[in-house]
């Protein structure tokens, strides 16, 4: 009888765990088609502004419609799992295409708005320049005429050491 109750109590378990994991699923699921939902109002808001003011591209339009085809169809407009969170529509590479055509749309930045900013760089400091000591500037050359160089003789035995000579 008390195997009874323990598979019993088993089963209760793990319907109720089951029941949780569906619900969360469901969650999920609704999160991610409301995020795709956002995105493709954002694009297309973008696009109808850039094409009015017309500074809209060949490719930003390319890139809007393409997007937004993936979100209806998919619900997401990347596939790999590294190119963002599981919950997003747009990987991080597309969030950052459409942040510089709301740049674009604004009028924020006239120039190329795909181009890298440069990082880290203050622009308020001077180059970074090392501290450090050259060799060349501690020595003191002498000039001599009668330097001594003494010449090359090969005839020496084999067993000898070899002849060294400073070189100028």
Known sequence: MSTDFDKQEW????????RL????????????????????R?????????????????????FSESVAERLDKFGSAFQDPQKGR??????????RV????????KGQDEKSTFR??????SKAKPKFKPRVRHLEDDMVETESENVFLPEY??????????FLRLVK
Do not use: C, M, Y
Not at 21 to 40: D, G, I, P
Not at 44 to 53: D, I, M, N
Not at 86 to 95: E, I, T
């Open 153 to 162: 003789q090969p005839d020496t035995p084999k067993s000898a050491k070899p």
């Open 98 to 105: 459409v942040s510089a055509l709301k740049k674009k749309a």
């Open 11 to 18: 089963q209760a378990t793990q319907a109720e765990h089951d």
């Open 86 to 95: 599981p919950a997003d529509a747009l990987s991080f590479a597309q969030k």
């Open 116 to 121: 890298s900013k440069g990082g880290f760089k």
């Open 42 to 62: 954002k694009i297309e808001r973008l696009r109808q502004q850039l094409e009015a003011s017309g500074k809209l591209t060949d490719w930003e339009d390319e």
């Open 21 to 40: 994991e569906q619900r969360e699923r469901e969650r999920f699921a609704k999160l991610k088609a409301r995020s795709a939902r956002n995105a493709v």
